[in-house]
């Protein structure tokens, strides 16, 4: 699992996160990068989730599956 942060376009503002289930970076990335793209913001960091981040993520929403 690995947790993406995305900004708003040119500055460090947290748009929103999201939690995905993947194989690979390379896939996490791949998906990360293609949801910014759709939403308009850009990839802040990606990151392996920590127990903590998926328990969390777990209780207040879905995490993605690519």
């Given at each position: ?11 460090t ?24 793209s ?29």
């Amino acid at each position: 699992m690995y947790f993406a942060e995305f900004a708003f376009a040119g500055t460090t503002e947290l748009a929103s996160q999201l939690l995905i289930q993947a194989p690979s970076k390379v896939a996490a990335s791949d998906f990360a990068q293609e949801y910014a793209s759709n939403w308009g913001v850009e990839l802040f960091s990606l990151t392996p989730a920590t127990e903590k981040q998926v328990r969390l993520y777990s209780l207040l929403s879905k995490p993605v599956e690519v």
